[in-house]
């Protein structure tokens, strides 16, 4: 094989636009007249097609400088190594050298910052909180592309066998969220080129260094009120919202958890309940398959039937919205306030709800750590059971599948909507009667008068 085959010289002079062959893969480019000249190194590894590889302008880098290197280059396709990923692998390790101090906490403050503008406030303290409680006091002040596996454990350890072993304690599903946010994090500083690899929050690989959660998990029912005592509750929780504050600052979160418990819908399907979902004038709302845990099995869409004070709820948001101009996709958004001294500047912010949202007012405000918003279903359930309701009506009104397969649920429904319709307005009724009420007295009277 020829090789030097170009002059000094010629190199220098040469103005005509082509590429011109110095032999061993050495070339050089010459464009625009001879203004710009650059040397390419063209190789084949085994198997492989032909690559290109760029060595420099020759502005920077002269003939025998381009030879040295293309030597080099010959040298590592002779032992099997790729010269371009060999090259892209020393500018990485250049990188990671460069950040080698950058530590996980940092990295993770990072990744906040460009995230946080797309979460509602809620949901921003939330995850910091969690973060800094859970994760930064461990392994926060570690360099970040030292995080392995077995640091990504430590964290998610205590977490995942604490709940066999303290009930108050966090448990399992605070475990796998904290390590989805560890993850992400951890791919923010891989394409941030502050570390490099595999992720090491992977559950592939986090999974193998965990017992099974369903051996070490009690199964816990989610605290629920008994059906006699939510008209009460209801007015409680009514009065908690409007007696303190006026309409323009009563919080979001009330609304959210009475609609909720109104329409006995999952905490997730209300949080991002939207206008166009919504029909006011039929009074129902269709929840999109992929929202609901049985639509995404059977691929149908979740009907809910709206009684009376759910329809009340929809008309304030939508009153709230309009008079501020803000009226937007979703129906439960975060109301800011830009001074917190100054009540009258509040605003809606478009954002929705982090689905702590519910619980924290519940355990907060109400002062009820005793009760769960999911286990708001399990009265209702409760409720329409001793009420002698139609079982399958019911059902469907939670969404659950009833029967063999999910498909026979669904071949009922065409019968089952008056049912459920009047099944939700005498719940609707139930729940705004403030004192106590015994199981089978069933105002029939207001549920009609929702209609």
């Known amino acids: 094989m020829a090789i030097n085959k170009l002059t000094a010289r010629f190199v220098e002079t040469v103005k005509k636009n082509g590429t011109y062959g110095d032999g061993g893969g050495l070339s050089l480019q010459v464009g625009s007249s001879g203004q710009a000249k650059s040397w390419i190194f063209r190789y084949v590894m085994h198997g492989s097609k032909p690559r290109m590889m760029g060595l420099g302008s020759f502005n920077t880098i002269g003939l025998a400088e381009a030879r040295d290197r293309a030597r080099e280059c010959r040298q590592q396709v002779h032992d099997g190594i790729d010269p371009i990923e060999a090259r892209e692998e020393s500018q990485v390790a250049v990188r990671l050298e460069a950040h080698r101090k950058k530590t996980f906490q940092e990295c993770a403050e990072e990744w906040f910052n460009a995230h946080e503008s797309s979460w509602a406030p809620l949901t921003a303290r939330f995850i910091q909180a969690r973060l800094d409680k859970h994760v930064n ?57 502050y570390r490099k690899g595999n992720n090491p929050a992977a559950w592939s690989s986090i999974s193998a260094l965990l017992p099974d959660a369903k051996k070490i998990l009690t199964p816990k029912h989610h605290a629920a009120l008994p059906f006699r005592e939510i008209g009460p509750f209801m007015a409680e929780l009514r009065a908690s919202r409007d007696a303190r504050f006026s309409g323009a600052e009563r919080p979001m979160p009330a609304y959210l958890l009475e609609f909720i418990i109104l329409t006995a819908v999952r905490i997730g399907e209300a949080i991002l309940a939207k206008w166009d979902e ?99 279903r399990t009265t209702f359930r409760s409720w329409a059971r001793q009420n002698g309701f139609d079982h399958i009506a019911s059902e469907m009104a939670l969404d659950h599948a009833v029967g063999n397969t999910v498909s026979e649920i669904y071949a009922r429904q065409a019968d089952m909507i008056e049912q459920r319709r009047l099944l939700m307005d005498a719940w609707g009724a139930y729940c705004d009667r403030p004192e106590p009420l015994d199981a089978k007295i069933i105002p029939m009277r207001s549920a009609k008068s929702a209609k």
């Open 137 to 193: 006091s461990k392994i926060g002040s570690l360099p970040v592309h030292l995080v392995d596996e077995d640091r990504v454990h430590e964290v998610i350890k205590p977490l995942w066998q604490a709940r066999s072993q303290d009930p108050k304690q966090a448990g399992i599903s605070t475990a796998k969220e904290l390590l989805q946010y560890i993850k992400r994090i951890l791919d923010f500083a891989t394409v941030k080129k």
């Open 278 to 376: 919504i029909d006011l004038e039929a009074r129902v709302w269709t929840c999109p398959a992929q929202r609901t845990k049985t639509g995404k099995r059977s691929g149908k869409p979740h009907e809910v039937f709206l009684n009376a004070p759910a329809m009340q709820i929809l008309r304030a948001m939508q009153a709230m919205q309009e008079q501020e101009g803000t009226a937007g996709e979703y129906v439960f958004v975060h109301r800011l306030t830009r001074d917190p001294r100054a009540r009258q500047h509040v605003h809606m912010t478009g954002k929705t709800f982090h689905h702590e949202a519910p619980s924290v007012f519940l355990r907060g405000r109400l002062q009820r750590p005793d009760l769960t918003t999911h286990g708001f």
